[in-house]
């Protein structure tokens, strides 16, 4: 050990996380304390590392997160997630921010601050190449003066920020590739919420817990985009066809519109999500690179719609990985089997069921054969604590049936996932 240059400790230090480990870490010798003030680039102070954090007094962390990093010098990565604290005091974090901000790459912040810090007008200017942010407003965004010309991921969660100054962010991030948005308390400027973002660099958009009367997104080089647990009146998509993989769950949406962008999809996910089937399905049918597509827990508009597995093969014809859940309602089967052409490329099958019956099995049964070359079968089930004779009973043949079913096909591994 003895051997190990300074820069080379500096590097093991920053690869511990927990600022509490680097500190006892860095005690060892004079060498190690060198290395540490010198060449230490990631420092982290996040309550689950630390139990002792949730008994020391706010004011008693923000000393000893203080005389960490007034200790070092270059630090490259900052993280400062305390889930418990209530406030830091406003002049201190613009102390530890003051001090690490030429140097500094990464911040990771989410603890409130009294009063409000503008850590935007802080960091601006810098060398700043993510940033995530939580439980801090952001008022009065000046895209001159806050600039980020390095910034290429942005997080913001539980954050308090104007649809104006949402969009002028983006404006102020020219080399924006990955935006985060987790329930953001938009400030309203009129009876509608409408929120308008354009960035030409995003590449991935992660939305979490937003509810909004419309939502347009103008984004040229888009190719991840991500909806969850939102309620929207209007979501829009304007790109230039560079959209590989769009994943939507849980969210409520009158109109959604993503047509324009979908020729180059490989991927599109949707579940807990009520769906118009002839208009989803025209919104993707151009897709004839889609490699997954998974409908899982998915109710219809219309209960007469049918999912045609037929026009799936023929459509996309790439397709390796289909997950579907099985839903019977009122003796209506929503995806239909007709049809004779085969699902060639599809290498793994995830079926699933909310409430099985008898039907299942034989649902399964067909499916398989439609799926020549498949090498691997989920089925996902949901299994009720309190089950009655019949329940059991029917669980019972189910299993006996594909047990006899994959003596059939001896080279496709099946896993089952009960919850």
């Not at 000393?63 to 305390?82: A, E, H, K």
């Not at 409000?116 to 009065?140: D, F, M, S, W």
């Not at 969009?167 to 009129?190: F, G, H, Q, R, Y």
Request: hydrophobic residues 45%; contains cysteine.
């Amino acid at each position: 050990m003895e051997h190990l240059s300074v820069e080379v400790i500096g590097n093991i230090l920053s690869r511990l996380g927990g600022a509490r480990d680097v500190v006892i870490a860095s005690a060892t010798c004079r060498k190690w304390r060198e290395a540490c003030r010198k060449h230490l680039h990631t420092l982290a102070f996040n309550s689950n590392d630390w139990p002792a954090y949730y008994d020391t007094t706010p004011k008693l962390v923000e000393i000893l997160i203080t005389q960490t990093i007034f200790q070092t010098t270059g630090l490259q990565g900052l993280s400062i997630l305390m889930d418990d604290v209530d406030k830091f005091s406003a002049s201190t974090v613009i102390a530890w921010l003051m001090y690490t901000r030429e140097t500094l790459r990464r911040l990771f912040y989410n603890v409130p601050t009294s009063p409000n810090v503008n850590i935007l007008e802080i960091c601006g200017r810098q060398k700043l190449e993510r940033l995530a942010l939580a439980h801090n407003p952001i008022t009065g965004v000046e895209p001159i003066f806050q600039r980020f010309p390095c910034l290429k991921s942005l997080s913001l969660s539980h954050v308090s920020i104007s649809a104006l100054d949402l969009s002028l962010l983006l404006t102020a991030c020219p080399k924006l590739e990955s935006l985060e948005l987790v329930n953001p308390e938009i400030a309203m400027s009129d009876a509608q919420v409408t929120v308008e973002l354009s960035s030409p660099t995003l590449k991935s958009v992660y939305v979490e817990a937003i509810s909004l009367d419309k939502f347009m997104l103008e984004a040229d080089s888009i190719e991840h985009l991500h909806l969850k647990d939102c309620a929207l009146e209007l979501f829009e998509l304007i790109g230039k066809g560079t959209l590989k993989y769009f994943k939507i769950d849980d969210v409520s949406v009158i109109h959604l519109e993503i047509g324009e962008t979908v020729d180059n999809l490989e991927v599109v996910d949707v579940s807990n999500f009520t769906i118009i089937w002839p208009k989803f399905y025209q919104m993707i049918s151009r897709c004839s690179k889609l490699r997954k597509l998974r409908l899982w827990d998915v109710a219809f508009d219309d209960e007469d719609e049918v999912v045609d597995l037929e026009t799936i093969a023929v459509c996309f014809p790439q397709l390796n990985h289909l997950s579907i859940s099985y839903e019977l309602r009122d003796g209506v089967m929503h995806y239909s089997l007709q049809g004779s052409s085969n699902l060639d490329n599809v290498m793994v099958l995830e079926l699933g069921w909310t409430v099985i019956n008898d039907l299942f099995s034989h649902w399964v049964e067909e499916l398989l054969k439609r799926c020549p070359n498949l090498k691997k079968l989920v089925i996902f089930g949901v299994v009720s604590e309190a089950k009655s004779h019949e329940e059991c009973q029917i669980l019972a043949n189910f299993t006996s049936s594909i047990v006899q079913l994959m003596r059939k096909y001896m080279n496709v591994e099946v896993q089952f996932k009960y919850e």
